[in-house]
């Protein structure tokens, strides 16, 4: 959706590391999808920089962008289809934005379908989105390969997101609070501890002053929540610091 850091970069550097100049094509594309807000306000407020963006682009040698100005150029007068992934929507970021997998889902799908890619490289910070994706991909008997890519971090930690030019300076150092817990909650598990709710003990606390809008462990597959970590499992929190809500996870495997 824009407004470009280094994590979208390393996405596309590894796409033309992939597709070198002479056997391809990289194709970014940017839109700000309305159909993926809940709130109009998060939608308006959401950061845009076309220009900086296309030059970021030019830098790391991608070929096409395709950033259509007016949301009607994916969603003409009278479209009525939407696409939507059962049962993995249902918690998470799903329980807490109702409709924004629908909207994730069926502009995927438009891209998918205008581009035709052989390749496409999704972050693994959107752990859910890129579940939610892969089915869809499967389900539908889309072409090409989905090349997740791992998450970028800043130095202090916090997964980098277009989010984070919102966050006040003092929201900032707030927010390193999170990929603090998440990195307590693997200690815990790393040393022999699979009860979930003494892995995630003290989250309210260790997040303050965030306010907290899950925090949980799912199994890797499903996304249902689990008491016991039993299998592969992800341990995913949402929190809000000031108005700007942040998400992150770390992978729990026994």
């Known amino acids: 959706m824009g407004y470009l850091h280094e994590g979208h970069l390393s996405l596309l550097r590894e796409a033309r590391r992939r597709v070198p100049p002479e056997a391809g094509e990289v194709v970014l594309s940017i839109f700000v999808n309305p159909t993926q807000f809940d709130r109009a306000d998060d939608l308006d407020a959401y950061p845009r920089d076309e220009a900086g963006d296309l030059e970021k682009a030019r830098s790391v040698g991608v070929d096409v962008v395709f950033c259509p100005d007016d949301p009607a150029e994916l969603y003409p007068p009278g479209h009525a289809t939407f696409v939507e992934v059962e049962g993995l929507d249902r918690h998470l970021c799903g329980a807490s934005r109702p409709g924004h997998f629908r909207g994730v889902c069926t502009v995927v799908l438009k891209l998918w379908n205008l581009v035709r890619p052989d390749l496409a490289f999704f972050g693994e910070k959107d752990f859910q989105q890129l579940a939610i994706v892969q089915r869809m991909h499967r389900d539908l008997f889309l072409g090409g390969t989905i090349v ?22 003092e929201a900032r150092v707030q927010a390193r609070a999170l990929p603090r817990f998440l990195a307590q909650v693997r200690a815990r598990f790393e040393a022999g501890e699979r009860r979930v709710a003494a892995l995630l003990d003290g989250a309210e606390r260790a997040l303050a002053p965030g306010r907290v809008d899950y925090v949980s462990v799912v199994d890797a ?34």
Request: aromatic letters at 4%.
């Open 148 to 169: 997740p890519m791992p998450t970028v971090r800043e130095p202090d930690g916090l997964a980098l997101s277009s989010r984070n030019a919102r966050l006040s300076p």
């Open 221 to 254: 597959e499903t996304l249902a929540p689990v008491d016991r970590v039993a299998a592969p499992a992800v341990a995913a929190a949402a929190v809000f610091y000031g108005p700007v809500r942040l998400i992150d996870h770390v992978r729990l495997v026994p």
